[in-house]
Every structure is written in structure tokens, then in C-alpha cells.
């Protein structure tokens, strides 16, 4: 079994940054892809982004340019730089790990605010 563990979030104005971390624990497969999906209220799931374990990268349009996914493999964590935050950027963020593209292991999300 596999923990996840979300940090980072919080409140910050429109045009400002934060660094978020999801630190893995348990039983770490050897082959994985991880990333951060966002809901916000009353919208559906959407994925920010994902990084294989090769080191590959994806991301959603509305935030390409912006955010920054990477991840330290010695420290099982993946981490989510998110700059110029927007208030459309406001949804709890979730990280994941999948050893298979037909399962994830999923963390408890972390709230991000963008507001004035």
C-alpha cells in the first residue's frame, strides 16, 4: 500500500506563487508516473499535470507556462511549482502515484485559494 501526503497549499493573491509537495510511502513501485489533478466546486476533475518516471512531462492548457511538475525519486516525493496563480486556479489539489495507467493511489488534496 501506498501513502500520500499532500503540502503547500494555502491563500495567495492573484499573481503569486506556491510550491506544492506530495511525499510517498509504503510499498514504492519501481516504475511510476505521478501528478496533480484539481476540482474545483461544482466543476469537474481535471489533470494539471503528470511526470513519468522517465522524467516526461505533461500539462494542461489553461496552466502550460505556468506550473512545473518534478520529482526527486530518492525522496518519493513529486512536487507542483505553480506561479502567476489565477483565481480560476482556486480547487483542491490531489496528487497521485500509478504504477499502471488503469490504477492510482490518490492523496488527500490540498486547498489552494487564489484571491484578494
Known amino acids: 500500500q501506498v501513502q500520500l501526503v499532500e503540502s503547500g497549499g494555502g491563500l495567495v493573491q492573484p499573481g503569486g506563487s506556491l510550491r506544492l509537495s506530495c511525499k510517498a510511502s509504503?510499498?514504492?513501485?519501481?516504475?511510476?508516473?505521478m501528478g496533480w489533478y484539481r476540482q474545483a466546486p461544482g466543476k469537474q476533475r481535471e489533470l494539471v499535470a503528470h511526470?513519468?518516471?522517465?522524467?516526461?512531462?505533461n500539462y494542461a492548457d489553461s496552466v502550460k507556462g505556468r506550473f512545473t511538475i518534478s520529482r526527486d525519486n530518492a525522496k518519493n516525493t513529486v512536487y507542483l511549482q505553480i506561479n502567476s496563480l489565477k483565481p480560476e486556479d482556486t480547487a483542491v489539489y490531489y496528487c497521485?502515484?500509478?504504477?499502471?495507467?488503469?490504477?492510482?493511489?490518490w492523496g488527500q488534496g490540498t486547498q489552494v485559494t487564489v484571491s484578494s
Open positions: 511526470i513519468t518516471d522517465g522524467g516526461d512531462t
Open positions: 497521485y502515484s500509478a504504477p499502471h495507467y488503469s490504477f492510482k493511489y
Open positions: 509504503g510499498t514504492i513501485f519501481s516504475a511510476n508516473t
